[in-house]
């Protein structure tokens, strides 16, 4: 007697599909949010060491802090393919020559994965240069408030030269996160150059200054990119003059950029 093939119906399999469906639709949330996790990890062990290669130079020169504009570029490498505006943050012409440049030439620590990971469908058309290609080179600003004198007579009013200047350092962030697009409210510029300035031409009758600079947003996000894009989910990690880490909402930039906080 011939035997009978064995093998699924059609009812059977479609059962089998729906529930690896099911299975993936369960595991993939899941999935995501280990791998934000991990990205995040990174990001703030990246800013860990940027924490030791700065404190390791303010040791070295007399706590002095370095020209924020210089820390990574010099001003002449920098401007060398358009500069600010230019989409210097991908460009890989440009040569790590910097103040801080020493401290960590061989720390391959300069992109958050999480920003590599959204910068080439979700930049702001603006930050972005699109005759080179979108290759991070670096993700982190220097505090503009910390600098020698006169390297930003607008921003003067909260410029700090020497670290025993700033009262609460665990309260005063070093180097940060800035973002990949303009968030209203927020900043009126995105990652365009290494500095950070969360404020900036004050005057009399404006002390704290214009909007300028503000945090990233796309850390610890529950929300979708058009969340992120408005402003309302997500946070920034960066790294205070003590060393540690911390991480926060665009809406905080002033109170942890300002060297003379009262938080």
């Known amino acids: 007697m011939k035997k009978s093939k064995e093998g699924f119906t059609l009812i ?3 059962v089998v599909i729906a529930i690896i469906a099911l299975l993936m639709a369960v595991i993939m949330p899941s999935l995501n949010k280990v791998k934000q996790s991990a990205r995040n990890v990174v990001c703030q062990t990246n800013l860990h060491q940027y924490g030791l290669a700065g404190l390791a130079y ?8 370095m020209d924020h504009w210089e820390w990574l570029f ?4 920098f401007n060398k393919y358009g500069g600010s505006g230019a989409g210097a943050w991908h460009d890989g012409r440009l040569e790590p020559n910097g103040t ?9 620590s ?8 959204l910068a080439q469908k979700h930049a ?3 930050a972005i240069n699109t005759a080179i290609p979108i290759d991070p080179q670096y ?11 006169g390297s930003d007579a607008w921003a003067g009013i909260y410029l700090v030269q020497k670290m025993h200047q700033v009262k609460r350092p665990s309260k005063v962030l070093y180097f940060c996160e800035e973002g990949l697009w303009q968030l209203p409210t927020y900043n ?3 990652l365009n150059d290494t500095v950070m300035l969360s404020r900036s031409h004050a005057s009399d009758s404006n002390p704290d200054g214009q909007l300028c600079d503000s945090l990233a947003n796309f850390h610890k996000s529950k929300g979708s990119v058009d969340e992120m894009k408005a402003g309302k989910v997500g946070e920034s990690n960066f790294v205070l003059l003590d060393g540690s880490i911390e991480s926060a909402h665009p809406k905080d930039s002033f109170d942890w950029s300002r060297p003379f906080n009262k938080r």
Do not use: I
């Open 12 to 14: 059977e399999l479609l």
């Open 58 to 65: 303010l040791n070295d020169n007399d706590e002095h802090f």
């Open 74 to 77: 010099t001003k002449a490498e």
């Open 100 to 108: 801080l440049w020493p401290y960590m030439e061989t720390d391959d």
């Open 110 to 117: 300069h992109v958050c994965p999480s920003y590599m990971a």
């Open 124 to 126: 702001d058309a603006r």
């Open 139 to 149: 993700t982190y600003s220097m505090n503009g408030f910390f600098g020698p004198k």
């Open 188 to 190: 009126q510029y995105f």
